[in-house]
């Protein structure tokens, strides 16, 4: 567990993650950590959005991946209703409808430069701290969605795409067992 920001971000149950939507200081860091939460983006590929990149999938391009592979991952029911209401919000706060080149999440004062990670960290760290949960971090969305898509039985190759890892070990990381699951594997059970 990430403790004094170092160690691994916490996996995060659906109450929290719904409590951290529900929470979020504005419709901005709502629909940030709802992309997060539905594609398992990274921080910076979140960030790094335009509203082209949000169509019937979530592209990120390659120039903003970590591996620098382009990944597209289908957009959810409910990250379509977020973002549809984000928005909305969105061409209110900016006088006029996005346009697909302009910033999905822009710094304050623009729609062409994008918002720091380090932002949006203390954004989530203070919303975090309200709520009481402990060890989160922007990483918390990736490994949450890569561990609750293995507990349902989700393939393991399914989840490296959507997560993006170059390979199995690089995936393993980001997987979370508790004890029950540990135990059950130690006694067959």
């Known amino acids: 567990m990430k403790t004094c920001r170092h160690g691994a971000a916490a996996v995060l149950s659906e109450d929290q ?17 709802a992309v997060q939460r539905w594609s398992a983006a990274r921080i910076g590929e979140a960030l790094a959005l335009t509203w082209a990149d949000l ?7 390659r120039a903003t991946t970590k591996t620098k592979v382009t990944k597209q991952i289908p957009t ?12 909305e919000v969105w061409a209110i706060e900016h006088g006029h409808a996005p346009a697909p080149g302009e910033c999905l999440f822009p ?6 430069q994008h918002q720091s990670r380090q932002a949006a960290d203390k954004a989530l760290r ?14 918390s969305f990736r490994r949450s969605l890569a561990t609750a898509a293995v507990r349902r039985g989700v393939p393991l190759h399914v989840v490296q795409q959507i997560t993006g890892h170059k390979s199995l070990a690089s995936l393993g990381y980001y997987l979370e ?8 594997a130690i006694d067959g059970v």
């Open 17 to 33: 993650l719904d409590a951290l939507l529900e929470s979020a200081p504005s419709p901005r860091y709502r629909a940030l950590w």
């Open 55 to 61: 169509n019937a999938a979530v592209t990120f391009r």
């Open 76 to 87: 959810s029911p409910r990250l379509t209703a977020e973002m549809a209401t984000y928005r």
């Open 107 to 112: 710094a304050m004062g623009s729609t062409t």
């Open 126 to 139: 203070s919303t975090c701290a309200l709520l009481g949960l402990v060890g989160v971090s922007t990483h």
């Open 177 to 184: 067992a508790d004890a029950a699951e540990v135990l059950a």
